[in-house]
């Protein structure tokens, strides 16, 4: 069975500082990875995915993601965080024609 | 730009009412998703269709049902809406058959159930 686990719920980070969100994916099988953003008050949107290649994702916005498969994470960083960054970050993980989500990590940008 | 709809925002119901969720997306995709958000939770997959008048159950269909009409649009329905119902509710679509297609969101709908 696949699965998704986002390790923080919450980082808070001050702005222009760097940021790294944790993500670990238990699966059987090759896996094509994702990163979705959510800002407030809104849907999801694609931030990057990684299908096969370069382990070294880079997405919108400056954010870029690792994939490390002995390590099974997809940890997504930015190297300079802005205010416009808050949002809830979602790390998932395909299963045929279905996404599995993780919980989610809240992004808190601190002046 | 792609573009996937929700009937409604905001909308508060019942409990016992019959609530309808709409979708609409414009993007000619087979795959349409309904997925509930609650905090600490994240999304989880209610109900799914690969194409018109086919639908599959996800990992909390109980309560809900969907009706899929027409390849655009994608329903949820809430037979007797129930206080634990009370959720955002976000409807996705992608294309058929790659395991790696982006799935593309609704804004969602904020539903209240007194």
């Known amino acids: 069975a696949q699965s998704v686990t986002q390790l923080d719920s919450q980082v808070p980070v001050f702005e222009e500082a760097p940021v790294e969100l944790r993500c670990n994916y238990s699966?059987?099988?090759?896996?094509?990875l994702f990163w979705y953003v959510q800002y407030p008050n809104q849907g999801l949107q694609l931030l990057l995915k990684?299908?096969?290649?370069?382990?070294l994702v880079k997405g919108i916005n400056g954010f870029e993601a690792e994939f490390n498969k002995s390590q099974t994470s997809f940890h997504l960083r930015k190297p300079s965080v802005h205010i416009s960054d808050t949002a809830e970050y979602f790390c998932?993980?395909?299963?045929?024609?279905?996404?599995?989500f993780g919980k989610g990590t809240r992004l808190h940008i601190l002046p | 730009d792609v573009k996937v709809t929700q009937s409604s925002r905001y909308l508060v119901k019942r409990t016992g009412e019959k609530v309808f969720l709409e979708c609409v997306q414009d993007?000619?995709?087979?795959?349409m998703f309904w997925y509930r958000q609650d905090p600490g939770l994240g999304l989880r997959l209610i109900y799914f269709?690969?194409?018109?008048?086919?639908?599959e159950k996800g990992d909390i269909p109980e309560g809900y049902s969907v009706s899929r009409e027409k390849k655009e649009r994608f329903s949820l329905i809430l037979e007797s809406a129930s206080t634990n119902q009370t959720s955002m509710y976000l409807c996705?679509?992608?294309?058929?058959?790659?395991?790696?297609?982006?799935?593309?969101f609704g804004p969602g709908t904020r539903l209240l159930v007194l």
């Open positions: 699966s059987s099988v090759s896996v094509y």
């Open positions: 990684y299908l096969s290649g370069s382990t």
């Open positions: 269709s690969y194409d018109v008048k086919m639908k």
């Open positions: 996705a679509s992608s294309f058929l058959g790659e395991e790696y297609e982006t799935q593309y």
């Open positions: 998932a993980v395909s299963l045929e024609d279905k996404i599995i």
């Open positions: 993007m000619d995709h087979e795959n």
